[in-house]
């Protein structure tokens, strides 16, 4: 089984999105972990407690540098974890579909 680490880059106002994409990963079996670079959005400490998981890593920026930035920094994170096999990058308002990460995986292998 693969264990699959998710990298998403969030700023702004988007929060309706970003939960979409978060409450979509967490049901996949293959993630592991989400990192969530948050390039000065307005999300706060509670709207990642609301999940109720340690699966996510929230990585809080300053301000915004930018999405070339967001994915370096978490990409290093993910590569950093003994546990991670395999790296997601998702846009934060990229839901994927059921079923999505098992045919990329299939293919994959």
Known sequence: MSNVCVVT?????RERFLSQVLIAC???KHIKKIIV???DSTCNQNF???FNT???KWLRLKENTGSANGYKIGIKKAYEDSKC?????????????????????AQYK
């Open 26 to 28: 967490l049901k996949e």
């Open 85 to 105: 096999e395999l790296i997601w990058l998702l846009d934060d308002d990229n839901v994927p579909n059921p079923k999505c990460l098992d045919k990329l995986l």
């Open 54 to 56: 340690d699966k996510i």
């Open 9 to 13: 880059v969030t700023y702004g106002d």
């Open 37 to 39: 670079v948050d390039n």
């Open 48 to 50: 990642f407690d609301s």
